[in-house]
């Protein structure tokens, strides 16, 4: 069974850093991509940043040029390195991978880690 694990978030003055860690484990043939997601209270589920297998990479508008997100694929891991916080980040934020686990016929589908909570205080 494929897990997805999250580490990282925390509560942090607005200016400050953060660093997310996510990293899948279980029977995987394959990762095509990963990203980050995130949900503040009230609000839908968004993409934040995400990174291909061949490593192409895409950001929200709202956070380039202060979030960068990277990949160890021998790990199955993906980070997210946030500087410049702002209390509008403030979210639970989720790790999301597209892979295939590793049995005959398998297909790409997504799986989501349990979401960490990332607080920027003012």
């Known amino acids: 069974q494929v897990q997805l694990v999250e580490s990282g978030g925390g509560l942090v003055q607005a200016g400050g850093s953060l660093r997310l860690s996510c990293a899948a484990s279980?029977?995987?043939?394959?990762?095509?991509?990963m990203g980050w997601y995130r949900q503040a209270p009230g609000k839908q589920r968004e993409l934040v940043a995400a990174?291909?297998?061949?490593?192409?990479?895409n950001y929200a508008d709202s956070v380039k040029g202060r979030f960068t997100i990277s990949r160890d694929y021998p790990k199955n891991a993906v980070y997210l390195q946030m500087n410049s916080l702002k209390p509008e980040d403030t979210a639970v934020y989720y790790c999301?991978?597209?892979?295939?686990?590793?049995?005959?016929?398998?297909?790409?589908?997504?799986?989501w880690g349990q979401g960490t909570q990332v607080t920027v205080s003012s």
């Open positions: 279980g029977s995987i043939r394959d990762i095509n991509a």
């Open positions: 990174i291909t297998s061949g490593g192409n990479t």
């Open positions: 999301n991978a597209v892979l295939r686990e590793d049995y005959y016929g398998s297909r790409y589908y997504d799986y």
